[in-house]
């Protein structure tokens, strides 16, 4: 069976910086993207970051643009989340998600398009 594992998460004071990264164990699969999202206590699931391996292009949210970046290789090696200048707004349960090519096309923006989920690892960010 496929799966996507999280590692990276931590504490973290504000302004700080970590590394999430996020690995395919198990039964091979192929993707058309790879995406990071986030919950925090009493929110919704939100989109933080996403890949799209054709065209190399990625994706962030406005309340991530420009202080985090998400780089990958291909479908076949890990992806990462680099967090920069971090907030407390930040803390949440951060999820490696992957598209399969059945979503060919699809927003990548959109949970809904993802096929594979992580358990999920914990960012806290402290004042």
């Known amino acids: 069976q496929a799966q996507l594992v999280e590692s990276g998460g931590g504490l973290v004071q504000a302004g700080g910086s970590l590394r999430l990264s996020c690995a395919a164990s198990?039964?091979?699969?192929?993707?058309?993207?790879m995406g990071w999202f986030r919950q925090a206590p009493g929110k919704e699931r939100e989109f933080v970051a996403a890949?799209?391996?054709?065209?190399?292009?990625?994706y962030y949210s406005d309340s991530v643009k420009g202080r985090f970046t998400l780089s990958g290789d291909n479908a076949e090696n890990p992806v990462y989340l680099q967090m920069n200048s971090l907030k407390p707004d930040d803390t949440a349960v951060y999820y490696c998600?992957?598209?399969?090519?059945?979503?060919?096309?699809?927003?990548?923006?959109?949970?809904?398009?993802?096929?594979?989920w992580g358990q999920g690892t914990q960012v806290t960010v402290s004042t």
């Open positions: 998600a992957g598209s399969s090519p059945r979503y060919f096309m699809r927003d990548l923006k959109k949970g809904e398009n993802y096929d594979y």
């Open positions: 198990g039964r091979a699969f192929s993707t058309y993207g």
């Open positions: 890949i799209k391996w054709s065209t190399s292009s990625t």
